[in-house]
């Protein structure tokens, strides 16, 4: 005798056997009890969740002789023909393949006639999102008035394809994902009766691998078991078999990662891509860790619903003092994009790769995450003593608020620097010279504020300010701050010996640019100081 797959094995014969469902068993039945049977019934939900389960458990009820609370007894002629598959009085229709206007029409010619046998004929039609368009319009009055011995059960996985024609007419029924301690108390269940010799902690990491889905995470087992047979199934044995990568993996790598250590991060890569393990789950899973530790940052009680041991907790924790709910949150980020660009791509080990780069160059970016983050690693830095390049310390400390002057202050050095001489006040001639000259003298101011005064059109008013013109007020705002405008002027100050007055603005709405601005010319040209030293006596 061929062997019969788990999931098949096992399919529910009870209303009461069905797991994680007990909002819809119940009201099923309740209907049956009280005799208020529908006549068109809606099943969504994902895969493995149990809709064509309760669907023919429902298409017995309803026709069973010796209904037993509301389920089927499972053991008259008529629960054993439906059971069996030959009952005329059940028909099960797949509209993946059959989703042509004239399957629909044929449907609609069967049900002028009554059931030979039981009270009801039902039809379920799964994936029923996938009928044409004629098809459904075909349907719809069979569907809105149908004989009184017909029921109409429709399965999707797609609700939302459904039109609304047909959504209006049915009772609609959601299946929910059923928890990892349901399934894993359901596989230790099954694997009793198997006489499988199961760890739970590979029960578990089965029942959380499978998303949700007790069909997916029954034939999970039935994979791992034939790896197994007359072995016990360990948990080791299971991330083997499944390609699954353990927790103390993803552990070492977060800590790779915030020490900015990119030979261990590769090493640990070339280590999981040798061992065979599926380079996509691993994304999953790690944002899935990233997703635990911003909970145990940002919540008092995360132990409760996060499901990890004792002894992994502890070193989550440890690794949350580690790092900063702002850098968590842009990892999950970067990890999320990766998520959806490498499900299409056959060099996934090199988008995760460029992807692990980025994460720990937060250089590479421009948004305000990785502003945030750069400016974290910045002041880590300079707590510890290390030196970090005067550019990058321009740009880090404009975007956290703190001029250049309070910078070497905070640093302990301002006592021994000279204070500076009184400038004078640069004329426009020498404002329209900064401006030809702008994206020169302008290089060592990085982050959100470089790229706006950079990217937005420089004007002169009559009071010989030099304006930067935002287009955007959003940008206008973040880069709008009085150290930021100090930073600015004592840039400018530096490269032409002069002070210039700036200023900040952003176009306001039905305001056009040319009828309140005079535009100065800007470009690449190389600015020298030392040139601009000499010819200050010109100025």
């Known amino acids: 005798m061929s062997y019969t797959a788990l999931y098949r094995k096992f399919r529910p014969d009870t209303y009461d056997d069905v797991k ?50 509301g389920n089927p007894c499972n053991e008259c002629d008529t629960c054993r023909a439906i059971a069996a598959q030959t009952s005329m009085n059940v028909i099960e229709m797949d509209a993946a393949s059959n989703n042509g206007v004239e399957n629909i029409r044929q449907i609609v010619e069967e049900v002028q006639y009554r059931p030979t046998t039981g009270k009801y004929k039902v039809y379920i039609v799964d994936e029923v999102h996938m009928l044409s368009t004629s098809a459904f319009n075909a349907l719809l009055k069979t569907l809105e008035e149908p004989p009184e011995y017909v029921i109409f059960i429709l399965a999707t996985t797609e609700a939302h394809k459904i039109p609304i024609t047909i959504l209006s007419r049915c009772q609609r029924y959601d299946f929910k994902h059923i928890s990892v301690d349901t399934i894993k108390d359901r596989l230790k269940e099954l694997a009793d009766i198997e006489k499988m010799e199961v760890e739970d902690k590979a029960l578990r990491y089965i029942a959380k691998s499978a998303d949700g889905s007790l069909r997916d995470a029954l034939s999970l087992l039935d994979q791992c078991q034939a790896f197994s047979i007359g072995e016990p199934l360990t948990y080791d044995k299971t991330l083997d078999i499944l390609g699954a990568v353990d927790t103390d993996v993803f552990s070492n790598m977060l800590r790779a990662i915030i020490r900015e250590d990119t030979l261990s991060c590769m090493q640990q890569l070339e280590e999981m891509v040798s061992y065979g393990r599926d380079l996509a789950q691993f994304v999953v899973d790690f944002t899935w860790y990233l997703r635990n530790l911003l909970l145990l940052k940002t919540s008092d009680h995360a132990e409760e619903i996060i499901d990890m041991s004792g002894e992994r907790m502890a070193a989550l924790t440890e690794e949350a003092g580690l790092i900063e709910v702002d850098t968590i949150m842009r990892y999950i980020r970067i990890l999320s994009e990766l998520s959806n660009q490498i499900k299409y791509s056959v060099q996934k080990r090199v988008l995760i790769e460029i992807a692990l780069i980025k994460i720990m160059q937060p250089s590479m970016e421009v948004d305000y995450e990785s502003l945030k983050n750069r400016v974290s690693n910045i002041e880590k830095k300079l707590e510890n003593g290390i030196l970090v390049s005067s550019a990058n310390q321009a740009g880090a400390i404009s975007q956290n608020g703190v001029s250049g002057a309070q910078a070497a202050g905070m640093s302990g050095t301002s006592e021994n620097q000279p204070q500076k001489k009184k400038l004078t006040m640069a004329v426009p ?91 100065l010319e800007t470009n690449a040209i190389n600015f020298e100081i030392e040139d601009v030293e000499e010819e200050e006596e010109d100025f």
Do not use: M
């Open 429 to 519: 001639e020498e404002i329209k010279k900064v401006a030809d000259n702008w994206y020169s003298i302008t290089k060592g101011i990085s982050g959100h504020l470089g790229v706006g005064i950079r990217k937005n059109r420089l004007s002169i008013d009559e009071n010989s300010v030099l304006c930067i013109v935002y287009d955007s007020s959003i940008d206008w705002e973040q880069d709008n701050k009085p150290d930021n405008i100090a930073l600015i002027k004592e840039t400018i100050a530096n490269a032409i010996g002069k002070e210039v007055k700036v200023e900040l603005r952003h176009v306001q709405s039905q305001e056009k640019y040319e009828e309140s601005y005079q535009l």
């Open 20 to 69: 994680g469902q007990k909002h819809i068993t119940i009201t099923l039945k309740n209907q049956i009890l009280s005799e208020r049977i529908g006549h068109a019934y809606l099943f969504c939900g994902t895969r493995g969740t149990g809709k064509t389960t309760v669907a023919k458990i429902f298409a017995k009820a309803v026709n069973c002789e010796h209904p037993v609370n």
